[in-house]
């Protein structure tokens, strides 16, 4: 069976990796000519994101990258402690999630790829695909074509795969935000090496990390109700935003306004979407994984985990299913709950973020109490402690 792979940013590598694993041959598609690195500022790599890597003998070269994350507080907009929530898996290793540059968890899941010995083709991007029953042409935008058994778009929230799968799926929603981050040196901050500190402020929300060596990770979620046009939130530079943002978080509790006057770096920014329920994820022989089926808003700190066990589960279904239908329908049902809990989860922290005045009061009020009760509970053990076991059968 030969699979072609549409995107070769997280699912897209570690989906052909996986496939490898599995039996089936895959080459990787990527629209840009030098991959995808550069592309916004940090993440953090879930214990679960870490576990879906290891199940397929890939979690080192991420893991040389960035620094643990084991923990999350939550401030509110006077500074008071509102909370804390575990990012430590609850499994025997005690996997500690992982705080990286996009940049680099993108050049350790391809260059893993390309070690494992996956083919990775850059500046070729699909423009459309056609599925004739016995197998999948993909057309790209310099006149190639490639044709395989199945193909799987990796090809982000803005997924071209989604359309051919379904001409009507909907697009993806703008979640009222506007994110953006940067590095700051020699400001003091008083939270656990590691740990990020997330401040519900008055007008926009601001969490930070402490890396080793002092420098401190930002980002700023800032609320904008209408959609920007494309490019223009993008195109305005770092000092506009350094202005912009001192004036945003003047008077919240926490260190925002000096990280964001003190920073050396500060990366463009860009509106954050969801693809909060896609209904169909797969048809004949495509299927979208990832972002591209379930963004589920940079809210979650879940994504690219989430983009990781998709990619690794779709290769179990393949290998214990040998039929293509059989096996998209197994790996749907296998995926859709866990998928839509997340994403679900992620929405309400989106609406807390871009509170009003009387949704803020409320929210500082019970918030402490749902993290008392979410903090080490099962939705946060069920979203980081899961784990794949890669030889188990998958019914
Ligand atoms: C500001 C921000 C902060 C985030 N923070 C976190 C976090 O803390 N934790 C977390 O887990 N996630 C986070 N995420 C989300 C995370 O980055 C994504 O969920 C993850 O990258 C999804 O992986 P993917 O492979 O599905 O899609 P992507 O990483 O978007 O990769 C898609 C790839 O497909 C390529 N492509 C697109 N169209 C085509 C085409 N037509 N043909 C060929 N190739 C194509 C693109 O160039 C790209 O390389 C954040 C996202 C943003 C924007």
């Not at 402020?201 to 990770?217: D, I, N, Q, S």
């Not at 860009?270 to 940079?298: E, N």
């Not at 803020?360 to 402490?368: A, F, S, T």
């Amino acid at each position: 069976m030969r699979a072609l792979i549409i995107g070769g940013g997280i699912a897209g590598p570690v989906a052909a990796m996986a496939l490898r694993r599995a039996g089936v041959e895959a080459t990787v598609y990527e629209a840009h000519p030098s991959g995808a690195d550069g592309v916004g500022v940090f993440l953090t790599l879930g214990s679960n994101g870490i576990d879906a890597l290891r199940a397929i003998g890939a979690d080192a070269p991420a893991l040389a990258s960035g620094f643990p994350t084991p923990g999350i507080a939550m401030v509110s907009t006077t500074g008071k402690p509102l909370g804390r929530v575990s990012t430590t898996g609850p499994d025997e290793a005690g996997t500690v999630s992982r705080t990286l540059r996009r940049a680099d968890l993108y050049r350790a899941v391809r260059d893993e790829a390309v070690a494992q010995g996956v083919r990775i083709e850059p500046g070729k991007r699909l423009v459309t695909a056609e599925d004739t029953g016995d197998g999948v042409t993909a057309t790209f935008a310099d006149g190639t074509r490639a044709h395989g058994d199945l193909l799987v778009g990796c090809d982000g929230v803005h997924s071209t795969v989604r359309g051919l799968i379904d001409p009507g799926a909907p697009a993806p929603a703008y979640t009222g935000l506007i994110g953006l981050g940067g590095y700051t040196r020699g400001v003091p901050v008083d939270v656990a090496p590691g740990d990020y500190s997330m401040v519900f402020g008055k007008r926009g929300f601001f969490g930070y990390a402490l890396a080793p060596g002092g420098e401190v990770w930002w980002f700023a979620n800032v609320p904008r109700r209408d959609e920007p046009a494309r490019g223009e939130v993008e195109a305005i530079g770092a000092e506009e935003w350094r202005a912009r943002l001192a004036r945003l978080f003047e008077g919240d509790g926490g260190p925002a306004v000096r990280l964001v006057e003190q920073a050396h770096e500060i990366m463009p920014a860009s509106p954050m979407h969801a693809m909060v329920k896609l209904p169909a994820w797969h048809d004949g022989r495509m299927i979208v994984i990832g972002d591209a089926a379930h963004a589920p808003s940079p809210s979650s700190g879940q994504g690219a985990s989430l983009a990781i066990e998709d990619g690794v589960e779709l290769a179990r279904a393949l290998r214990d299913h040998g039929d293509v239908a059989r096996a998209f329908a197994a790996y749907d049902a296998l995926r859709r709950p866990r998928v839509a809990r997340i994403v679900k989860q992620a929405a309400r922290v989106n609406n807390n973020k871009a509170a009003g005045p009387v949704g803020r009061v409320l929210r500082d009020l019970l918030l402490p109490v749902v993290l008392r009760m979410t903090a080490d509970g099962r939705q946060t053990r069920e979203t980081y402690g899961h784990h794949i076991d890669w030889d188990a059968a998958v019914a």
